[in-house]
């Protein structure tokens, strides 16, 4: 049963527009979400975090928006560049030592020049 | 500093062999997780272990099974293996487990 869903399997925008990356989860005791961005043959590489005390964190161009009563959070990209094609993770745990992270399927971006 | 490395990057097995797959950690960090990755199922987590003792274990059988070493070295195995266990293995280190791994880039393996 999958407890993080990534609906989007791929997602086109043009470059300079906003990214939007959306991710929902079902178990309410997740309190702590990551993003992951994956180029092919190389292993995911950490984008950003958000804990549950928050719905908003921003790092540069990239934002995450948490939405806990609707078990949602996004993730924005904004401007839009090239170098950003890839295929994005959201993850997600209950936080405290040793819990796993539960990942969604991931959203493959392409960002046409 | 060096990032997490795993090895090999590729292997080829037939069916019902067994394999080992080792993945060295960021220096400094004590938990190390393994993940599967297959087209269409995202990242699904095989276990995790933090000072030689393994503290979570995901929906596996019991064909794999992993260990970790006083260095915090990791190795996972698979026995018997089925073509159904083709995939990308990732290993991720952290700190202590609670924030952001660092992922491998992986292992790549295919079962004939």
């Known amino acids: 049963d999958q407890q993080v869903k990534q609906n989007s399997p791929s997602l086109s925008v043009q470059e300079g527009r906003i990214s939007i990356l959306n991710c929902d989860y079902t178990?309410?005791?997740?309190?702590?979400f990551l993003w992951y961005k994956k180029y092919p043959a190389e292993g995911p590489t950490f984008l950003i975090s958000?804990?549950?005390?928050?719905d908003k964190n921003e790092d540069g161009r990239f934002t995450v928006f948490l939405n806990k009563s609707a078990k949602h959070l996004s993730l924005h990209i904004v401007p839009s560049q090239p170098g950003d094609s890839a295929v994005y993770f959201c993850a997600a745990s209950e936080g405290g030592t040793g819990n796993q992270f539960y990942f969604g399927t991931g959203t493959s971006l392409t960002v046409i020049p | 500093k060096a990032g997490v490395t795993q090895t090999p990057r590729y292997l080829i097995k037939t069916r019902g062999q067994q394999v080992t797959l080792s993945c060295s950690p960021i220096s400094g960090h004590r938990s190390v997780s393994w993940y599967q990755q297959t087209p269409g199922q995202g990242l699904q987590f095989l276990f995790e272990y933090f000072s030689e003792t393994q503290r979570n274990k995901g929906n596996f059988p019991g064909r794999f099974s992993g260990r970790q070493f006083s260095n915090s070295r990791s190795e996972m195995n698979v026995s018997t293996l089925e073509l159904g266990d083709s995939a990308l293995y990732l290993c991720?280190?952290?700190?202590?487990?609670?924030?952001?791994?660092?992922f491998g880039s992986g292992t790549r393996l295919t079962v004939v």
């Open positions: 178990n309410s005791m997740f309190d702590y």
């Open positions: 958000i804990s549950s005390i928050k």
């Open positions: 991720a280190s952290s700190l202590a487990g609670t924030t952001g791994y660092t």
